[in-house]
């Protein structure tokens, strides 16, 4: 018979507030193979834990349950505590009575009748525990870090600072990301390029940083400390280690009808190019699909002109594969495309431009050397209204959220267009002004006081395109009045989305996201930058919209958390995997294909003396113990380490003689 | 043949006389038979509405029964009409309790198995519309007003607040439509005519002048009301131009070889003769 002891928490008045408490006590005191019960106000404490551990040296205790706040708060503190006393860690079971009872009845009798039969449960399954072993697995030192702006770039050389070698994987030809296209920096004016560039170079430079450019991740197998990444290296049709980054092959590209997506559509590019004259590295890309020679098989102007010899066009896409004991995923996000909204002219009135292309035309590197020129006809624009909360905080196009950073490059925007043309007029329609950061509030007094940028609160409600301008109808709130401006051009304060691959790349991480497409950090508060998979850390945008400080701060934050798991020496498994008994595995390969980790294989294995047949076999250190492949199983040859088919059954005896 | 019950509510036999006369011409000649609704009634308008939401129901449903059980498609051409029948069937499809309550009244159950059609939508999915005398060089703007477009659940273009179905019935006419027309679901001012008149010159009176100025030669509407406000309140505005508005129906009309009178062009406010003579339409 075995010896389980059960230990009641209070939880302050958590629990004691709606389960009597001595009750549960009493009644688990009756129950088979029951040695001893008590309770205690705070068991998670240091005399609680005391209490456990002295109670199962006097009783010579073999199991343990405890009746306390939920498993994923404190079952491994219990465990540990049972294992000080000298136990196998996995004896223990837990009784929910806070999550599953106190905190969700207000009813004391049968609230303290659901909390008895809790604890019956665990005791019944508790004594069909068995004492299971931990596993240890190797942890290969370097770290993936996915996408390369500013999030990635900060990650990456934070983990190299830590002494560990990092790959940097970006789908684009350059690093650099969103804040290399931005001009100033909110609140305080910095050049973007200025506080930027020396990252990217410091990236180039760093000894302990592989840097894969027009590069995705295809495939991703493993499990933390050991992914294994496929990583598809795009044809670059320039050879990285002969090209000097001359440019003279941009130059003489006869092809110039792509629109520029660094340049946010406003401008177009060549078909081989840079994103932008500062691109790490200075490589040039062919794009297959604008360059001539590939559509017609002449041109070749490039390989003519080019001084090295670096152009080839038999190059081919590479797939690597590598290893990787971490990965942080920074892919950053889109902005909404406002072509959904009727009322702004569905994205088609020229003049009606997006936030990111005025930046591209602020700033002194885009298309227009620094002027703001309407798209129209060049001219430039004397009045300008912003609107803002364009696919942000509007349940109607599904974005439900707040892009949190529209507010403030706004602000910043009008600051600029006032600067530039002293005479201009900005208007700014606004919902609420969000400038909760540091010196934000100020920043915004500033653009209204001394700039005089004038502040609407309220949406417009449509823009007519007339002949030579743009007629803005909206409403000012605030004074109850319908307004009619006449604007020489509009901005469109479009709001953050995920990167409309994140889904994808989510599936192969197999991290979660939320409604709105952002990855689901583990835990809002706790555990802002990891995932619920081990190993998988968010780093900037894909996991909320967030300014440059907030990217920064949390990818640092990231490659605090990467070093910690990196300086393991090995690495602690959870037991609770499944196991498969090779004699009564038919080989069907329902468990194979179920798994949803790809932590089953098919092997030929000699089951007794003689007899080889291909059965499943578990890998001890994939298998996450979902328990899919049990429920899979048509031979019950599986089953499931602290969840086998007889502890349950012991429950469902307890669940069905009540 | 295609068969569709027809509902031509209030102002096409009386405001709108030359819209009901030219839909009945063209459905003809475009292989639609329109079968009239036997005594029909008021679609309850506005008025209905704003006052009982069962009568609002109930009103289009004493038609909306009448072509269930014989199995046919409604249509009207009236915008108004339109609206009013088409949210008595959403209205109705989605609330049991309302639909109980419209049978009571009505005396029988509309089950929600007919199809509401604008007279737009009859001709483009079911006419066989040939032009025999293409409108070559008449540059249209379309109208489209409120009703037709909003709420967005009656609109039959997922553009709501930019819809392209009558400018692409004027392409297939062989005409120039003004295309990126901001104004074409503006309010015309509405019901305002009689109450506040002045409310309708302003908004009238920007439809028109934007229409000028991107150059149209006129303007085409599917809608009594905004018919009136553009054409027979256009004198009133005191603009320095004027501009004939026509019924979609009629310019379809004019494609198919029926003369002026025959159309009703006749009736409106603004005479059309000289502009349609100037581009060989006559």
Redesign the interface.
């Given at each position: 018979m075995s010896k389980t002891g059960v230990f009641i928490c209070h939880c302050g008045s958590n629990i004691a507030g709606v389960v009597a408490v001595e009750k549960v006590v009493e009644s688990a005191k009756t129950l088979p193979g029951v040695k001893v019960a008590m309770d205690y106000k705070y068991m998670c404490s240091d005399p609680g834990q005391n209490l456990i551990i002295n109670t199962i040296k006097e009783q010579a205790l073999d199991r343990v349950v405890v009746g306390s706040c939920s498993p994923r708060m404190h079952e491994n503190t219990f465990r540990m505590t049972i294992e000080r006393a000298g136990l196998n860690p996995y004896r223990l079971e837990i009784a929910n009575l806070r999550e599953h009872v106190s905190w969700v009845h207000s009813e004391k009798a049968s609230a303290t009748d659901k909390a008895i039969k809790l604890v019956e449960l665990a005791v019944a399954k508790v004594r069909r525990n068995e004492p299971l072993q931990k596993i240890y697995a190797e942890i290969e030192k370097r770290a993936l870090v996915i996408g390369g702006g500013i999030a990635g770039i900060q990650a990456a050389l934070d983990i190299a600072a830590n002494g560990y070698k990092v790959t940097l994987v970006e789908r684009e030809p350059s690093i650099g990301g969103r804040m290399s296209q931005l001009d100033k920096t909110f609140p305080t004016m910095d050049c973007s390029a200025c506080i930027l560039t020396p990252k990217m170079v410091a990236v180039a430079q760093n000894k302990d940083i592989t840097l894969l450019t027009y590069a995705e991740v295809e495939q991703v197998h493993g499990y933390v400390g050991n992914f294994e990444v496929n990583i598809n290296k795009k044809a670059r049709f320039v050879s990285m280690t002969k090209c000097i980054g001359c440019g003279v092959c941009t130059e003489k590209c006869p092809s110039k009808k792509r629109l520029s997506e660094f340049n946010a559509n406003i401008a177009t590019r060549k078909a081989i190019y840079t994103p932008f004259p500062q691109a790490v590295p200075n490589i040039p890309v062919i794009d297959k699909d604008s360059c001539m020679y590939f559509a017609t098989g002449k041109c070749k102007v490039c390989e003519k002109v080019c001084p090295a010899g670096a152009v080839d066009y038999t190059q081919e896409d590479e797939i690597i594969t590598e290893k990787f004991g971490a990965i942080v995923v920074a892919t950053g996000y889109d902005l909404y495309d406002h072509s959904s909204y009727?009322?702004y002219?569905?994205g088609?009135?020229p003049d009606v431009i997006t936030g990111l292309q005025l930046e591209r035309m602020i700033n002194s590197g885009g298309p227009t050397g620094g002027h703001i020129k309407r798209p129209s006809d060049g001219k430039e624009p004397e009045t300008v209204v912003f609107i803002q909360c364009v696919g942000s905080r509007d349940d109607a196009k599904g974005k439900p959220y707040c892009s949190r950073v529209c507010c403030m490059y706004t602000a910043k925007q009008a600051l600029l267009l006032r600067e530039h043309y002293p005479n201009s007029k900005a208007i700014v329609f606004y919902m609420d002004i969000r400038a909760a950061g540091k010196g934000y509030e100020e920043f915004i007094q500033r653009v209204q006081t001394e700039y005089g940028v004038l502040y609407l609160r309220g949406r417009v409600s449509?823009?007519?395109?007339?002949?030579d301008h743009l007629l803005v109808k909206g409403v000012d709130t605030l004074s109850g009045n319908q307004v009619e401006i006449k604007a020489d051009m509009v901005v469109l304060a479009t709001g953050l989305k995920p990167k409309k691959e994140a889904q994808n790349l989510a599936q192969l991480l197999h991290i979660g996201y939320d409604q709105n497409g952002f990855y689901t950090e583990l835990h809002p508060k706790l555990a802002p930058v990891e995932t619920q998979i081990a190993g998988v850390y968010l780093a900037g945008c894909c996991q909320s919209p967030k300014d440059i400080p907030d990217t920064v701060a949390q990818s640092s934050a990231t490659a605090a958390k990467v070093g910690a798991l990196l300086s393991k020496e090995r690495l602690e498994i959870e037991p609770m995997i499944s196991e498969v008994n090779p004699l009564l595995c038919s080989g069907c390969r329902m468990c194979y294909n179920a798994c949803p980790y790809g932590a089953i294989e098919m092997e030929d294995t000699e089951i007794r003396r003689g007899e080889i047949r291909c059965v499943a076999k578990v890998l001890v250190s994939v298998c996450k113990g979902c328990g899919v492949c049990v429920a899979g199983c048509y031979c019950k040859a599986i089953d499931l380490k602290g969840w086998t088919d007889r502890q349950l059954m012991e429950q469902i005896k307890v669940i069905s003689y009540c | 043949m295609y068969k569709v019950a027809y509902f031509p509510g209030c102002s096409l036999d009386s405001t709108a006389k030359e819209y009901g006369i030219s839909t009945r011409l063209i459905c003809k000649d475009l292989g639609i038979e329109l079968l009239e609704i036997h005594a029909w009634i008021c679609c309850g308008a506005t008025t209905a509405h704003i006052t009982s939401e069962l009568m609002a129901a109930a009103l289009p449903a004493m038609s909306l029964l009448q072509a269930e059980k014989r199995n046919l498609p409604i249509c009207s051409p009236c915008s108004a009409c339109f609206s009013r029948l088409k949210l008595a069937d959403i209205d109705l499809k989605k609330n049991v309790q309302l639909r109980m309550d419209v049978a009571e009244v009505i005396g029988g159950e509309y089950k929600g198995t007919t199809e509401v059609l604008h007279l737009w939508q009859v001709i483009q999915k079911y006419g066989n519309l040939k032009p025999k005398k293409e409108l070559k060089g008449l540059k249209v703007a379309s109208y489209y007003g409120c009703l037709l477009t909003r709420p967005p659940e009656v609109c039959p273009d997922e553009?709501?607040?930019?819809p392209q179905f009558l400018d692409n019935l004027v392409t297939s006419l062989g005409g120039e439509p003004v295309l990126?027309w901001?104004?074409k679901t503006q309010c015309c001012g509405a019901a305002f005519s009689l109450t506040k008149t002045d409310i309708v010159h302003r908004l009238s009176g920007e439809i028109l002048k934007?229409a000028r100025?991107r150059d149209a030669d006129c303007i085409i509407v599917a809608c009594p009301l905004c018919h009136s406000n553009l054409d027979a309140r256009q004198a009133e505005i005191k603009l320095n131009f004027s501009i004939p508005i026509l019924y979609f129906t009629q310019l379809i009309g004019l494609a198919l070889g029926y003369g002026y009178a025959e159309l009703g062009l006749r009736k409106h406010f603004v005479q059309a003769r000289g502009l349609l003579s100037l581009k060989g339409l006559l």
């Open positions: 009727g009322e002219g569905y088609e009135i449509r823009i007519y395109e007339k002949k | 553009r709501i607040e930019d990126r901001n104004y934007d100025e």
